[in-house]
């Protein structure tokens, strides 16, 4: 066990994009804690996905070695999710910590990513260690990054560091600093033990392996362990650290941060937030904070292959065991057939669930529109509706509520107007404006979350020509005036398109679902109405007009075998389609028109 | 009187891939400028009808059918010589059918009474509009002037048995136009008349300037338009629709195209012919040198060749037979298909017979795709 005078932990938290993963790189070059020839960039976004998006998706700690001035130290830098999906997973860890890097971008100044973040890192009492990035850029503008770290963390302009990730310059002294100025871990070695669980993965071979913070006492393999929220007992199989790869140590002592392979199977069962204590030494009170993971986005998955279904539900068992946030429940629906209805942190947690069941399950899914979780209170009663077509029609209930955000936006004050407009528009209100700088705006607005887990983020973009940023978190419930909108196709209900919406926007939804599905309804013999609903008022109607000429013009001896294989080709095409009513609709269809533009962070 | 045909009655299919020029709609395997290879060309057509005599042996062919390209690149002589040579190797019924595609530029009255007496029984010109705009878009070389005095020639030369071919929905044309072509053609009456709506063919100049948005695609539902316009026009001219494209005078139905659609067997004879007999398809190689090369080698010129699987061989009957006026037999069509086709209008019942109408014959695709969907 290592003392924990000599031990430092900390969290690096910044704008997405503004160099946290290339300073991870830098450190562990510095800390020589990876052989030069196995280094490649971003090495701790392990999954091949987080690779690809250029994100983090889960929470990684390594220990790293340092000297300074004939000590040695170990540094557990804890790295945080970048995605306002994950605010959750955030907090957690940085409850693991005892400072942390507030890294900005000298060329983006602060975002509002960097606000979100720091608020999280003062509630959770760290000592913060402000760094200015890239500074080796053309572009950077360094002493007014400065000056906007020195006003928002309130430390004197000298104390903030400048460095590049890139090219190393400035690294040194931030590892220096990070030793000075991260006061060391305490607690109560003598005592029962308490460990934090700030992240778990699953592991095929090991099952669950639980990345903690060991306040007090300590872990050592083979204790039978307690979860306290969970209240699941377990035996521990082995304890160890990440440097970066698992290294397996005799215990976990106070202040260390590391791995405990859980011997449970499920990550449901060790979840973030949770304490774990030995069974036989209890801790009489679990670590503060812990929540319950909510989905607080859902959507209907289904396969594309009817026959998929087993082969889906399978698939959906293993994600589950690796990744806590996710629940789903069987349902079916007319158009679709059986599938899940999903419950996600976000749309972004979404899309790759959705991405690791395509890739590593070989699904092909279709996606219904992804609704947010709406209350309906009847006679005192709250019931909690995840599906569209579970909404009770209009005066069996007394009220509906729906989920709010705070979202934090930080603007270029040239387009401040067209920022307040879009978020007029979607329903928020002004709760605070803020000048960071004179030409950089910061904008508070309490916003309904279904009014910006749509195009919101590439709308805000587009109007500040892509200056502008955004976080956000939940704020409650509130009251919403909403209504279900269907669509019908030959007057026939199609469920996977029915959306809950506000009543001023059901006729423009309906419009444009309406419009969407013109374009993707193929002609059929007889004219097909698509008509959008509220109850039974239409409020948007087009036609896709019958066909009238499909058929070869030409077909004689040396014809034969092309024309057999053009109509075997449409004939393949014909069996991929679903069967609504009398209408035959493409697979395409269902998937072009669920499409949703995506959210922030992407 | 022509004979009418037995199933195991066959077609002799003859290719000849010259043109002066080459159209840009067309996907058809046809050369310009080969033309001074049409001695050796006829040689060859010869030499192959002898290689496949002793197959065919016993095969009775009520029609044979020069196509093209541009038959009447050949001299009348060298088409009096194919005719005798095909008699002379397979048992063509007397008072066969014999058909030579013509192109109205290629042909005078002298070079039509020579076809006449060279045993030509049925003349097929491809007139394809007489609106000057049209002919202009379709890059068709002959006037409509020159295509009215062909086939005045034509009759004057003692075909009774004249074909003439259109093309509609070309661009720059409207419903008037059609309108105005398909009067023209009805008042000038010849025997059977082939209205095909422009396809754009993979591989086509026209397919090359759609795919760049130079000119616009066809628009369906003027084809459409077009289409019934040419129904009505024709039908009121006494001729009957009896296949997608195709229209006759009673008893001027092409015996050898009926051929294709009833699945009877052919032999194709020339550059990228194919043939059908005994449930097996087989094609000649494309170029007209590698032709003449194999032939002059005194090998067969035969390409490649496939065997419909019962799947495959079902599907081609399906959708070759729907294509006529008569129908299928009721029994092949599910209750509820049937109902969706005849409650539309696009079908009807006849003598134990489910037929298109005129609407549905534009819809065939559709039906084929129908009755397979109900095999699976």
Redesign the interface.
């Given at each position: 066990m290592t003392d924990p005078a000599r031990i430092r932990n900390f969290a690096i938290i910044s704008h997405i994009d503004h160099g946290k993963s290339t300073l991870a790189d830098r450190f562990l070059d510095l800390t020589h804690a990876v052989p030069e020839r196995q280094m490649r960039e971003q090495f701790l976004d392990r999954m091949d996905l987080e690779r690809e998006r250029g994100i983090t998706i889960k929470a990684q700690a390594v220990r790293l070695r340092y000297e300074l001035d004939g000590t040695e130290y170990a540094l557990n830098l804890i790295d945080t999710p970048g995605h306002v999906d994950f605010t959750y997973e955030v907090s957690r860890a940085l409850a693991a910590c005892e400072g942390a890097v507030l890294l900005v971008d000298a060329a983006q100044g602060i975002e509002a990513q960097t606000l979100a973040n720091h608020h999280l890192a003062e509630q959770a009492g760290l000592a913060i260690v402000p760094v200015v990035n890239k500074i080796d850029l053309p572009q950077a503008d360094v002493p007014e990054a400065v000056r906007e770290l020195a006003e928002l963390t309130g430390q004197a302009e000298e104390a903030i560091l400048r460095v590049s990730a890139k090219t190393g310059e400035g690294v040194p002294d931030l590892l220096a600093a990070l030793i000075e100025r991260v006061p060391p871990p305490t607690g109560d070695a003598d005592g029962p033990p308490r460990a934090l669980i700030f992240d778990s993965a699953y592991d095929a071979y090991r099952g669950v392996v639980a990345y903690v913070r060991v306040v007090d006492g300590q872990l050592s393999p083979r204790g039978r362990i307690l979860m306290m929220a969970t209240r699941l007992e377990s035996e521990t199989e082995e304890v160890g650290v990440f440097a970066p790869d698992p290294f397996p140590l005799q215990a976990l002592g106070v202040g260390e941060v590391g791995y405990v392979v859980t011997g449970v199977k499920d990550v449901r069962q060790a979840k973030v937030g949770d304490t774990i204590t030995l069974a036989a030494r209890k801790a009489s009170q679990p670590l503060p904070g812990y929540r319950e993971p909510k989905p607080m986005v859902w959507s209907g998955l289904y396969p594309v292959e009817g026959d998929d279904f087993a082969p889906l539900r399978d698939a959906l068992d293993k994600l589950r065991l690796s990744d806590a946030a996710f629940v789903y429940e069987p349902e079916s629906s007319r158009a679709l057939g059986f599938g899940f209805r999903c419950g996600f942190l976000g749309l972004l947690h979404m899309d790759i669930v959705r991405e690791r069941l395509e890739r590593e399950f070989d699904l092909s899914l279709i996606a219904t529109a992804p609704n947010v979780a709406f209350r309906v209170v009847s006679a005192g009663e709250v019931r909690e509706v995840h599906n569209p077509s579970e909404m009770p029609p209009p005066g069996t209930y007394e009220r509906v509520e729906e989920p709010y955000v705070v979202a934090t936006i930080v603007t270029p004050s040239e387009h401040l107007g067209a920022v307040l407009d879009l978020c007029q528009a979607r329903r928020g209100s002004l709760e605070e404006m803020r000048y960071l700088a004179p030409e950089r705006v910061e904008i508070r607005y309490l916003l309904p979350l279904a009014e910006i887990i749509f195009d919101f983020f590439d709308q805000l973009k587009s109007r500040t020509r892509g200056y502008a940023s955004l976080d956000y978190e939940h704020a409650g419930h509130q009251e919403a005036d909403l209504v279900r909108v269907d669509i019908l196709l030959h007057a026939e209900s199609v469920d996977a398109f029915s959306s809950v919406v506000h009543r001023e926007k059901a006729a423009a939804y309906g419009r444009r679902m309406v419009e969407r599905l013109r374009e993707l309804i193929p002609r059929q013999l007889f004219d097909v109405a698509i008509q959008a609903a509220i109850g039974t008022r239409i409020v948007a109607r087009e036609t896709v007009r019958a066909k009238r000429k499909d058929v070869l013009a030409k077909c004689y001896g040396g014809d034969v075998t092309r024309k057999r294989k053009l109509l075997e080709k449409q004939k393949a095409g014909k069996k991929r389609m679903r069967r609504v009513g009398k209408v035959d609709v493409p697979q395409e269809a269902f998937i072009a028109a669920l499409r949703v533009d995506r959210g922030p962070g992407q | 009187m022509r004979p009418s045909a037995a199933s195991a009655d066959a077609?002799l299919?003859v290719h000849v891939p010259f043109c002066l020029t080459r159209c840009g709609y067309c996907d058809f395997n046809a050369y310009a400028g080969l033309s001074h290879l049409g001695p050796a060309y006829a040689d060859a057509l010869r030499r192959e009808a002898r290689l496949h005599a002793g197959e065919w042996a016993g095969v009775r062919f009520v029609s044979i059918y020069l196509g093209g390209g541009t038959p009447t690149t050949l001299a009348p002589e060298a088409i009096a010589a194919l005719i005798e040579a095909f008699r002379g190797h397979f048992d063509v019924a007397p008072g066969a059918e014999v058909t030579c595609e013509a192109n109205p530029d290629t042909v005078d009255r002298a070079y039509l009474e020579r076809l006449r007496a060279a045993g030509i029984t049925r003349l097929s010109m491809g007139v394809q509009s007489f609106d000057p705009a049209v002919l202009a878009s379709l890059e068709r070389i002959h006037s409509a002037d020159s295509a009215r005095r062909a086939f005045g020639d034509a009759r004057a030369s003692g075909f009774d048995d004249v074909n003439l071919d259109f093309i509609y929905g070309a661009r720059g044309e409207t419903l008037a136009s059609w309108r105005g072509t398909l009067d023209e053609a009805v008042a000038i009456e010849p025997d059977h008349l082939s209205c095909?709506?422009?396809?754009v063919e993979p591989g086509t100049p026209l397919r090359h300037k759609v795919a760049s948005g130079r000119i616009p695609a066809p628009d369906?539902?003027l084809?459409?338009d077009l289409?019934e316009a040419a129904c009505e026009r024709l039908a009121a001219g006494g001729y009957e629709h009896y296949e997608?494209?195709n229209w006759a005078q009673p008893g001027h139905e092409c015996l050898h195209?009926l051929g294709?659609?009833e699945g009877r067997p052919?032999l194709?004879l020339g550059a990228?012919?194919?043939?059908?007999h005994h449930g097996r398809?087989w094609?000649n190689v494309r170029l007209p040198q590698r032709y003449l090369d194999q032939l002059g080698a005194g090998r067969l010129p035969i390409e490649g060749e496939?065997r419909?699987d019962p799947a495959?061989a079902e599907?081609?009957r399906v959708?070759?037979s729907v294509?006529l006026a008569r129908g299928v037999p009721e029994s092949w069509v599910p209750a509820d298909v049937a109902r969706?086709?005849l409650s539309?209008g696009?079908a009807r019942r006849r003598a134990g017979r489910f037929a298109l109408t005129d609407?549905g014959?534009?819809?065939?695709?559709?039906l084929?795709?129908a009755l397979?969907?109900r095999d699976?």
């Amino acid at each position: 066990m290592t003392d924990p005078a000599r031990i430092r932990n900390f969290a690096i938290i910044s704008h997405i994009d503004h160099g946290k993963s290339t300073l991870a790189d830098r450190f562990l070059d510095l800390t020589h804690a990876v052989p030069e020839r196995q280094m490649r960039e971003q090495f701790l976004d392990r999954m091949d996905l987080e690779r690809e998006r250029g994100i983090t998706i889960k929470a990684q700690a390594v220990r790293l070695r340092y000297e300074l001035d004939g000590t040695e130290y170990a540094l557990n830098l804890i790295d945080t999710p970048g995605h306002v999906d994950f605010t959750y997973e955030v907090s957690r860890a940085l409850a693991a910590c005892e400072g942390a890097v507030l890294l900005v971008d000298a060329a983006q100044g602060i975002e509002a990513q960097t606000l979100a973040n720091h608020h999280l890192a003062e509630q959770a009492g760290l000592a913060i260690v402000p760094v200015v990035n890239k500074i080796d850029l053309p572009q950077a503008d360094v002493p007014e990054a400065v000056r906007e770290l020195a006003e928002l963390t309130g430390q004197a302009e000298e104390a903030i560091l400048r460095v590049s990730a890139k090219t190393g310059e400035g690294v040194p002294d931030l590892l220096a600093a990070l030793i000075e100025r991260v006061p060391p871990p305490t607690g109560d070695a003598d005592g029962p033990p308490r460990a934090l669980i700030f992240d778990s993965a699953y592991d095929a071979y090991r099952g669950v392996v639980a990345y903690v913070r060991v306040v007090d006492g300590q872990l050592s393999p083979r204790g039978r362990i307690l979860m306290m929220a969970t209240r699941l007992e377990s035996e521990t199989e082995e304890v160890g650290v990440f440097a970066p790869d698992p290294f397996p140590l005799q215990a976990l002592g106070v202040g260390e941060v590391g791995y405990v392979v859980t011997g449970v199977k499920d990550v449901r069962q060790a979840k973030v937030g949770d304490t774990i204590t030995l069974a036989a030494r209890k801790a009489s009170q679990p670590l503060p904070g812990y929540r319950e993971p909510k989905p607080m986005v859902w959507s209907g998955l289904y396969p594309v292959e009817g026959d998929d279904f087993a082969p889906l539900r399978d698939a959906l068992d293993k994600l589950r065991l690796s990744d806590a946030a996710f629940v789903y429940e069987p349902e079916s629906s007319r158009a679709l057939g059986f599938g899940f209805r999903c419950g996600f942190l976000g749309l972004l947690h979404m899309d790759i669930v959705r991405e690791r069941l395509e890739r590593e399950f070989d699904l092909s899914l279709i996606a219904t529109a992804p609704n947010v979780a709406f209350r309906v209170v009847s006679a005192g009663e709250v019931r909690e509706v995840h599906n569209p077509s579970e909404m009770p029609p209009p005066g069996t209930y007394e009220r509906v509520e729906e989920p709010y955000v705070v979202a934090t936006i930080v603007t270029p004050s040239e387009h401040l107007g067209a920022v307040l407009d879009l978020c007029q528009a979607r329903r928020g209100s002004l709760e605070e404006m803020r000048y960071l700088a004179p030409e950089r705006v910061e904008i508070r607005y309490l916003l309904p979350l279904a009014e910006i887990i749509f195009d919101f983020f590439d709308q805000l973009k587009s109007r500040t020509r892509g200056y502008a940023s955004l976080d956000y978190e939940h704020a409650g419930h509130q009251e919403a005036d909403l209504v279900r909108v269907d669509i019908l196709l030959h007057a026939e209900s199609v469920d996977a398109f029915s959306s809950v919406v506000h009543r001023e926007k059901a006729a423009a939804y309906g419009r444009r679902m309406v419009e969407r599905l013109r374009e993707l309804i193929p002609r059929q013999l007889f004219d097909v109405a698509i008509q959008a609903a509220i109850g039974t008022r239409i409020v948007a109607r087009e036609t896709v007009r019958a066909k009238r000429k499909d058929v070869l013009a030409k077909c004689y001896g040396g014809d034969v075998t092309r024309k057999r294989k053009l109509l075997e080709k449409q004939k393949a095409g014909k069996k991929r389609m679903r069967r609504v009513g009398k209408v035959d609709v493409p697979q395409e269809a269902f998937i072009a028109a669920l499409r949703v533009d995506r959210g922030p962070g992407q | 009187m022509r004979p009418s045909a037995a199933s195991a009655d066959a077609g002799l299919y003859v290719h000849v891939p010259f043109c002066l020029t080459r159209c840009g709609y067309c996907d058809f395997n046809a050369y310009a400028g080969l033309s001074h290879l049409g001695p050796a060309y006829a040689d060859a057509l010869r030499r192959e009808a002898r290689l496949h005599a002793g197959e065919w042996a016993g095969v009775r062919f009520v029609s044979i059918y020069l196509g093209g390209g541009t038959p009447t690149t050949l001299a009348p002589e060298a088409i009096a010589a194919l005719i005798e040579a095909f008699r002379g190797h397979f048992d063509v019924a007397p008072g066969a059918e014999v058909t030579c595609e013509a192109n109205p530029d290629t042909v005078d009255r002298a070079y039509l009474e020579r076809l006449r007496a060279a045993g030509i029984t049925r003349l097929s010109m491809g007139v394809q509009s007489f609106d000057p705009a049209v002919l202009a878009s379709l890059e068709r070389i002959h006037s409509a002037d020159s295509a009215r005095r062909a086939f005045g020639d034509a009759r004057a030369s003692g075909f009774d048995d004249v074909n003439l071919d259109f093309i509609y929905g070309a661009r720059g044309e409207t419903l008037a136009s059609w309108r105005g072509t398909l009067d023209e053609a009805v008042a000038i009456e010849p025997d059977h008349l082939s209205c095909y709506a422009l396809t754009v063919e993979p591989g086509t100049p026209l397919r090359h300037k759609v795919a760049s948005g130079r000119i616009p695609a066809p628009d369906p539902d003027l084809q459409a338009d077009l289409y019934e316009a040419a129904c009505e026009r024709l039908a009121a001219g006494g001729y009957e629709h009896y296949e997608v494209s195709n229209w006759a005078q009673p008893g001027h139905e092409c015996l050898h195209n009926l051929g294709y659609w009833e699945g009877r067997p052919y032999l194709g004879l020339g550059a990228g012919a194919h043939s059908f007999h005994h449930g097996r398809r087989w094609w000649n190689v494309r170029l007209p040198q590698r032709y003449l090369d194999q032939l002059g080698a005194g090998r067969l010129p035969i390409e490649g060749e496939e065997r419909p699987d019962p799947a495959e061989a079902e599907l081609e009957r399906v959708f070759l037979s729907v294509r006529l006026a008569r129908g299928v037999p009721e029994s092949w069509v599910p209750a509820d298909v049937a109902r969706a086709y005849l409650s539309g209008g696009l079908a009807r019942r006849r003598a134990g017979r489910f037929a298109l109408t005129d609407r549905g014959m534009l819809l065939a695709n559709d039906l084929v795709l129908a009755l397979e969907a109900r095999d699976c």
